[in-house]
Every structure is written in structure tokens, then in C-alpha cells.
């Protein structure tokens, strides 16, 4: 299947002479949910930035549904809908007439019914009539994403969503992100918060210093990534690891009382059965057994130190 | 062309004004009265006609015109930079519309809000002195196009401004004196020649020549030399809004 979004060898360099995106190339995929993960200064806002319209990329080419996002501009932002990441909103302008405001933009025919189901699932209906300066923060965001939303978008970008957002608003962000992808809507949202990702995403990119560092399915991320730890309680203190283990490289921990075994799931080789047998043999006794995978927030630390 | 998105940025630009209606006039109503009851009737009954004009009647134009440059200049920069200073023209540069949709949009809205004044500052003119119109149509197309190329000016100044000091400082520093050095209210003829020479140099001499033209034949410079300035003027304004398009000055990164 053809990617909806297609960037290619994106470059950007601010007037200050700040390299601030450096060769990217991706392709999103019709449908899915992707996360751009990466510390603050990255250069996420950026990248979304230059794929809606907002700033000029220095170089490199960006299609949108086969459509190149300069020349075609009208057909690829019909189909994109963005919420920022600051609460940039007007204020003296009602909900309601914000939400036909954005609407109108995006050159759509009025539709009240559609509009008023928006802001029923956004939970923002009762505040049709507020204006917008009287609004708490949580609330303007909804209406952020209400107004990303009036238009029907086929693909949706969340700059940082969650940052600074309460629980209740999270979880709602959430659903409606589920639901969208349900009926076909592309989603890509920034972050740092690796949870997040972890959460809600079916791939992953990991972005750090204008860099692209890597993207790959979520589950295979941490599963080719991740490494795997057997931890073993025992039953009585030792002071060392016994001779005959030495081969696999067991970690005793500091009071002596378990051992772990670390193994990198890509290596097939891998096989706990055998470590465990191994030490039964060496007659250790265990009384507990856990297995830990290493999060993405591991992966991503080793990532971008490594880049670094 | 995306024409709901012209007519939304236009109806949107329009409704602060409406929902501000009185307070928006009331300032230029008053001090329109003002003027003449300190000109027309306080000073003005001891300045001579001036050729053939009372006082009062004389100013009209020059008044009309002082207003609906500032205006249009503020209501237009406004307009622009207040989106740009909020954050809030990403909604306008990540949606389907071209620079001059939006262009159009903003203007347009700017010019009518100048016109909507003008009419109004006309009308309140009109419970003073005895208005005549001379020539009612080329009376409406001065006062188009100058609402025009101001709002267009004001467009360019907005975009310009980096801060709230630069958004005021031209048309206040800039238009209002030339605007009061320019003939609005008096005849150049009445100034020592040097000085007529002088403000020969003033564009807005032409605009208000050829304004008061329309409305009683007699005029600085000849009204055919006012329209050309006049569009010479709009020309330079759409040259640098289209030079700004194409380098995406100020609006984008
Ligand atoms: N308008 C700008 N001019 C110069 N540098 C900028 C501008 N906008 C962002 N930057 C720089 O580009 C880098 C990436 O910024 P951004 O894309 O906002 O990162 P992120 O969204 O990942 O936090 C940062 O170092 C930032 O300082
Ligand atoms: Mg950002």
C-alpha cells in the first residue's frame, strides 16, 4: 500500500542558521498510529510544522496522499487537521463560531449536525455559547481539537497533546484518538513522554537533534530492542555465582539473595529452560521467578546516548 | 479558489466590529463634531470662503479623509498582527487558501469597517453644514480606493511589526502629520510658495484634492493627477504584498 504521508530527505534550517531538521525521510502509513518520540528541542514541532504548511522546508520534498505539499497545497491540507502545541486560541469568538470558523477555512460547507456531534464527544457542547478567554486550559484544548477536527480530516496531528493535561482530558484524548483511527483516520502525534507511545502507538519514531533515529512497529521496537531479564529469587544468601554457571553470565545481586540473567531476545539463542536447568544443577534454590522487558523508555535512553 | 474561506476570514474580521459597533464609532463621531464645532463654527467664522467654500464645509473632505486613513491603516495591521502575535495564524497558514485568499479576506474586511466609518463620519458632517457632492461617483471611487490601498498599506505595516510599538508608530508618527501637513484643512494656496512646493512631495495631498474635488470642484491638483497618485500608490502596495508572498516574509519560517 502506497504510504498517505511520504517525507523525503527533509531538511530544515532556520534563519538563525539552526539546522533544525537534518535529512529526514519517513513514510506514515494510511491508517495507523505513529508517535514521534524525542527530547524537547528535537525538532517534532518542526517536522510537523513544514508537513501542514507553517514553515518553509529548506529542502528535501513531502507528498501527502501522492500530492506534493507545495504545489498541490490546496489537496494535501484539506486532508490534514493540526492541533498545536501551545493553547493557541482566539478570545473573543464563541466555541461555536470558532469551530464554523475553522470549518470554513478548510473550504467545507457548513454542517451543524456534524459540528454539534463533535462537541458532544469532546464534551464541550454546554460551552457552545462561552467565549474563549473564559475558558479553563483543559477545556481549550478540546476546543483545539475540536476545531483540528472540523473538517473531516482524513489524518490528524496532535503536537504534544498530553503535556500539561489532566487525567480525565488524557484518557478522553485517548478514545477519540482510538475512535478516529476505528473509522480510517491517520494519527500522528509528538511526544516525550514514552509511556505514551508505548500506550497508544502502532509505530514508533524515535527523533533526536533534527535526526530520525529510527521507526518501527511498537511491539517489534521493544521486541528486537528490547533485552530481557530472568530474575531469580532465592532461596539462601551466596556470596558468588558457582563455577559452573559461569558460562552464562549471571548478575548476583548486592545482598547476594538473587540472580539475574540478561538475554537479548534477537539472539534466538536464548534458552531459559537450559539456564534454569543449569542452575538447579549447580543447587541453587529458588523460590520466585520473574521475567522483565525492557520499556521503550530504556530503548530511547540507549538510543539517544548512543547518538549523542 | 477556496471562497468559504474568504468570505469566514471576512465574516470573522466583521463580527468583532459589529459586536463593538457603538464603541467603535463613537470615538470618531465625537471628534468629528468636535472639529466642527471648534473649526466650522468657533474658528471658522472668521476665516475667509475659501474659494467659495465656507470653512466648514471646506474641512469635510480632509476630516473624512484623516479618519479613514488611520483607520484603515490600524484596522488592517491590527487585523494581521494580532494572529501572528497570538500564535493563532497557524489555522490560516495550515489551511487551504492562498496567501491572497487571505489577503482578500483581511482587506476586504479592513476596507469595509473604513468605508462603514466614512459613512458614518458623513452623515454626522451632514447635521453641521449643508453637504454637497459635486461628483457622487468619483466622490465613492476616491473613497474605495483609498480605503483599499490603506488597508492593503495597513496589511504590509502588520506583517511588518515585530511589536505593538512598531504597529503605532506609523500610522501615528507618519500619516496623522502628513496627513495634517497635506491640505486637509486648508488650500495649499494659502501657503508662501516654498512650502507649496513642498507638499507637492505629500501623497496625501493627492487623495485629498482629489476628495474634495468630488465634492465641491475645487482642488489643489488636477483630479486626474490625484487618481493616477492614487494608483500608483495601490501598484507599490500590491508589488511589496506580492513580493512578500513569494519570499513568505514574516509569516513563515
Ligand atoms: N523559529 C525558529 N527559529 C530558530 N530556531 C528555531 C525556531 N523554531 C524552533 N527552533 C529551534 O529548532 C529546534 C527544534 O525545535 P522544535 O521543532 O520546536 O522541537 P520539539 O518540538 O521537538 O521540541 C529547537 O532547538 C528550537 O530552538
Ligand atoms: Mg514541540
Redesign the pocket.
Same mark, same amino acid.
Given at each position: 500500500m502506497n504510504p498517505i504521508i511520504s517525507i523525503d530527505n527533509l531538511c530544515k534550517t532556520?534563519? +538563525?542558521g539552526?539546522e /533544525?531538521l537534518k535529512s529526514v525521510s519517513l513514510d506514515i502509513k494510511e491508517g495507523e498510529i505513529l508517535a514521534l518520540l !524525542?527530547p524537547? !528541542? /528535537? !525538532?517534532? +514541532? +518542526?517536522l510537523i510544522s513544514a508537513i501542514c504548511g507553517i514553515v518553509s522546508p529548506s529542502s528535501g520534498t513531502v507528498t501527502v496522499s501522492g500530492k506534493d505539499i507545495i504545489k498541490d497545497f490546496r489537496q494535501t491540507r484539506e486532508l490534514i487537521g493540526l492541533v498545536p502545541?501551545e493553547l493557541t486560541i482566539g478570545a473573543f469568538e464563541t466555541v461555536w463560531s470558532t469551530v464554523n470558523f475553522s470549518r470554513g477555512l478548510f473550504g467545507c460547507k457548513r454542517d451543524e449536525a456534524y459540528l454539534e456531534q463533535l462537541l458532544k464527544d469532546l464534551s464541550l457542547f454546554d460551552k457552545k455559547n462561552d467565549e474563549l478567554r473564559a475558558l479553563s486550559g483543559g477545556m481549550k484544548r478540546r476546543v483545539l481539537i475540536a476545531k483540528a477536527l472540523s473538517h473531516e480530516p482524513k489524518i490528524l496531528f496532535l503536537d504534544e497533546p498530553t503535556a500539561g493535561v489532566d487525567v480525565e482530558l488524557r484518557k478522553d484524548m485517548w478514545a477519540i484518538v482510538r475512535k478516529l483511527r476505528a473509522s480510517g483516520v491517520t494519527i500522528i502525534l +509528538?511526544t516525550h513522554y514514552i509511556e505514551e507511545a508505548e500506550e497508544i502507538a502502532d509505530r514508533v519514531g524515535i527523533i533526536n537533534n533534527g535526526e530520525l533515529l529510527l521507526v518501527e512497529e511498537k511491539d517489534h521496537l521493544m521486541a528486537s530492542l528490547g533485552m530481557k531479564q530472568l530474575i531469580l529469587e532465592l532461596n539462601e544468601v551466596i556470596t558468588s555465582i558457582p563455577e559452573l554457571l559461569a558460562e552464562f553470565n549471571l548478575e548476583l545481586s548486592e545482598n547476594g539473595s538473587s540472580v539475574t540473567y540478561t538475554y537479548d531476545t534477537t539472539e534466538g539463542g536464548a534458552n531459559i529452560a537450559d539456564v534454569i536447568h543449569a542452575i538447579s544443577e549447580a543447587g541453587l534454590v529458588f523460590n520466585d521467578l520473574k521475567i522483565s522487558q525492557s520499556s521503550l523508555e530504556d530503548i530511547f535512553v540507549d538510543l539517544v546516548k548512543g547518538a549523542a | 479558489m477556496n471562497f468559504r474561506a474568504i468570505k469566514v476570514i471576512y465574516a470573522n474580521e466583521m463580527m468583532r466590529f459589529w459586536q463593538t459597533f457603538f464603541q467603535s464609532l463613537a470615538s470618531p463621531v465625537i471628534s468629528t463634531a468636535l472639529y466642527f464645532i471648534v473649526f466650522g463654527a468657533a474658528i471658522g467664522s472668521s476665516i475667509d470662503k475659501i474659494e467659495g467654500v465656507s470653512y466648514g464645509l471646506f474641512i469635510v473632505p480632509g476630516l473624512t479623509m484623516l479618519s479613514i486613513l488611520t483607520h484603515s491603516i490600524s484596522n488592517a495591521s491590527f487585523g494581521i498582527f494580532f494572529p501572528k502575535f497570538t500564535g493563532t495564524i497557524y489555522e490560516i497558514l495550515s489551511a487551504p487558501i492562498s496567501f491572497y485568499e487571505a489577503l482578500l479576506g483581511y482587506v476586504g474586511a479592513a476596507a469595509s469597517k473604513s468605508l462603514i466609518l466614512a459613512t458614518v463620519i458623513l452623515f454626522t458632517a451632514s447635521f453641521f453644514v449643508e453637504l454637497q457632492i459635486a461628483h457622487p461617483v468619483w466622490m465613492v471611487s476616491f473613497l474605495v480606493l483609498t480605503c483599499i490601498t490603506f488597508s492593503l498599506f495597513g496589511f504590509i505595516i502588520g506583517l511588518w511589526a515585530g511589536n505593538f510599538e512598531k504597529l503605532q508608530v506609523v500610522p501615528l508618527l507618519i500619516i496623522t502629520p502628513l496627513v495634517f501637513l497635506g491640505g486637509s484643512f486648508y488650500s495649499i494656496s494659502m501657503l508662501p510658495e516654498f512650502w507649496q512646493k513642498v507638499t507637492l512631495f505629500n501623497p496625501v495631498l493627492y487623495l485629498v484634492s482629489g476628495f474634495r474635488w468630488s465634492f465641491f470642484e475645487v482642488s489643489d491638483v488636477s483630479v486626474g493627477t490625484s487618481l493616477m497618485m492614487i494608483l500608483v500608490f495601490l501598484s507599490v502596495c500590491l508589488a511589496v504584498v506580492a513580493w512578500m508572498f513569494k519570499t513568505g516574509y514574516r509569516l513563515k519560517?
Open positions: 532556520y534563519d +538563525t539552526f /533544525a !524525542g524537547n !528541542g /528535537a !525538532g517534532k +514541532t +518542526t502545541q +509528538t | 519560517q
